[in-house]
């Protein structure tokens, strides 16, 4: 799941909005939270590029090819608490660059 729509509204505002969203994606997929409650998860895109021995590794691994936006590297975005995790299962590709990027 990925937050794509936030807006802050009054109670009585929120079956409008929810039928106004329900324009563009489906009604299950819309959740409905108190601004106190709600819990907003930071992420990191992972980049790797010189890497193209590796790419069926990458690809096999959740990175896509020129991914979110990022031209002429294997990407993956991941929670940031998963970065070293996810830079540790790179240490064995041989002369790949590997660089963090945030949301543009």
Known sequence: MEQAWTRE????????????????????CIVVE???????????YLCVSNC?????????????????GVKKAWVKKIPTQSLQKE??????????KVKVATKK
């Open 87 to 96: 830079e540790a299962k790179l240490l064995h590709l041989a002369n790949i």
């Open 34 to 44: 108190q601004a106190n409650t709600m819990k907003i998860e930071p992420y990191y």
């Open 9 to 28: 509204i009054n109670e009585g505002e929120v079956e409008e909005e929810k039928n106004t969203v329900a324009q563009w994606i489906d009604e299950k």
């Open 52 to 68: 193209y021995d590796h790419r069926d590794y990458l690809k096999e691994n959740g990175f896509r090819w020129n991914g979110y």
